[in-house]
């Protein structure tokens, strides 16, 4: 596609529910970050894949969090036993080469945890 | 450990003003440098990228400038227009990391 897309835009869930946000970066682009952005805060890095590479999972706030990227495109991050502090916009950002080239990001998901 | 601080963390001004947008960074051994602007409910768009070897970066109204020595950059918009009422961040890019530090943003609002 044309940019970065994310899915779902927006999901509400119950706090204990797992929930999966979806991420397509732009294609052919070998990295992809994932970062969390709470109200009013900056943002917060979660974890990084490049090509084949093992991922960066440094930023992981908790084991409940985990993602994976299939076949070096899609990448999905997992959220287990949902919390009312998981709230936040997730958002997804690809680049051809890590370290050197422009970021791109997607809309994001805006998870809400009642 | 690499910290990015931009100043102000809000502005309002009139429209047509120049103004400049700060950011600050601790470690000066850095690869490059990315102005974004994020609008309300929105991602972060890309606007300019200084690599480290570069001063400076041009788009329209927008002029991004870097001086790694002092570990600053300004952003300068020409002629501001409501339309540029964003929250603009800085990230940079530092030597032995691939992941970029995001100050918290400077919440810009250009009233008519």
């Known amino acids: 596609g044309a940019g970065v897309s994310q899915s779902p835009s927006n999901k509400v869930t119950e706090k204990g529910k797992d929930v999966e946000l979806r991420c397509d970066p732009i294609s052919g682009h070998t990295a992809l970050y994932w970062y969390r952005q709470s109200l009013g805060q900056g943002l917060e890095f979660l974890i990084y894949f490049q090509g084949n590479s093992a991922p960066d999972k440094s930023g992981l706030p908790s084991d409940r969090f985990s993602a994976e990227r299939t076949g070096g495109s899609v990448s999905t991050l997992t959220i287990q036993r949902t919390q009312q502090e998981d709230s936040a916009v997730y958002l997804c950002a690809s680049t051809g080469l890590a370290g050197q080239n422009t970021q791109y990001f997607g809309p994001g998901t805006r998870l809400t945890v009642l | ?112």
């Open chain 2, 1 to 112: 450990k690499q910290e990015v601080t931009q100043i102000p963390a809000a502005l309002s001004v009139p429209e047509g003003e120049n103004l400049v947008l700060n950011c600050s960074f601790t470690d000066s051994a850095i690869y490059n440098l990315q102005w974004f602007r994020q609008d309300p409910g929105k991602g972060l768009t890309s606007l300019l990228l200084i690599q480290s070897s570069q001063r400076e970066q041009t788009s329209g109204r927008l002029n991004a400038s870097l001086d790694k020595s002092s570990g600053r950059s300004t952003l300068y918009i020409a002629a501001s227009q409501p339309g540029d009422s964003a929250t603009y961040l800085c990230a940079v890019g530092a030597g032995g990391s691939y992941i970029p530090t995001f100050g918290r943003g400077t919440s810009l609002i250009v009233h008519p």
